[in-house]
């Protein structure tokens, strides 16, 4: 529709996740308006981004080099160990600022359905490193749904022989929610899971 | 009928755009159903639980112009709770869901297979002794609903009820004069074993484990069977055949 070049950036961005033609056409002008600089930064950001970003040789989190920031750092306590699916459930761990051990990342969820079994996660590595590290407590924290539920069960079967703690993340009413908006079942674990204050 | 309401059991889900999906539903009156539910990844999400797979839901849904349809609003009939926090169970049950998915129709009613659905997660909700067969009792009942019941007592083509060989192909147990190539032999204690939970109620099947030796072979005659039938590669019968199995019942 377009000529040469610009046709050649909308057809890229449109390959890109959630970005239709229309959304592509629009940052495709935007990008072209826009002062040279701030075009080579975000090429330059993406190539970067390419180039040095590699997956933590311990934990399977997205790091720059070998390691990650976190297992890099000293003072996050190695013993304890938060077992997420994905990279970007690290990040939201980390915005929470409670946890001081390190993470364990899976790489995806126990899913029949979708042929996902524990021999495609990375299972084998976090049995590694509870032995290599003298591990004392896992917490499992993979999403409270479904396929979560059925890794957290599946990890907990294989560390519990081991004497190992094994903790799963709480399941209850998020925080300035309605109570009369719960749905039976995260009600019911809300109860089970309640605390003296 | 743009806004129609029905009970149904949430069989799978899959992610849409950022914090929607689209949930597969069988409901009794309208068949297979697909609907976006929207928001339903947020923590916040007014759905919550209520949409997870093996749900037995209550549902207002918005009937869309085009293959999807919008759920409304849901409420919880029975959630199968215990199903969800046993690996056995789940491997079950999410065999079950898997097979349904496969043979349902959109749109279409069928209110059989509807209940045989709901029947099988009641019974696996109770905890049976053996899951797996459970969930093999219910693909064999399935397979009868959709009209592929295989022959196991008799031969499949000429009735002749020394039938020692089994071919997917050719409708299950065959005797030696009508086998056609590819049949195989199969022991009768594994016939046996298969035409008795095809025959028992989903809650017994669960108390019918055979000898290691029986089940092995029973389950590649049936898993073949219904993969052949059902033309598709079952993607949770590895998982199922991997179940550690209880002690074998001695009748």
Redesign the interface.
Known sequence: MYEGPIQDLVDELSRLP?IGPKSAQRLAFHIVKADPREARRLAEAIIQAKERVAFCRECGNVAEGDLCRICRDPGRDPTTLCVVEEPKDVVAMEKAGVLKGRYHVLGGAIS????I?PEDLRVKELLDRVEQDGVTEVIVATNP??EG??TA??VA?LLKPAGIRVTRLASGL?V??DLE??????L?QALEGRREI | MPLFKDQGIVVRQHKLGEADKIVTILTQGSGKIRAVAKGLRRTKSRFGARLEPFTHVSLLVHRGRGALDTVTQAEILSAHRTVREDLALLTAGEAMLEAVDRVAEEHERNVRLFLLLLSGLRVLDASPADPAAVAESFLLKLLSLSGFHPALTACAVCGNPAAALFSSGQGGAVCDGCAEHGAGPVAPEALSWLAGVARADLADAGGMTPPDAVRREARAMLYGFAEYHLERRMRTLPMLARTPLPAAVVP
Do not use: Q
């Open positions: 959630g029949p359905l979708d042929g079994g749904n479904l539920n059925a069960m599946y079967a998020p300035g929610g908006y719960a749905d039976e079942v995260t019911g």
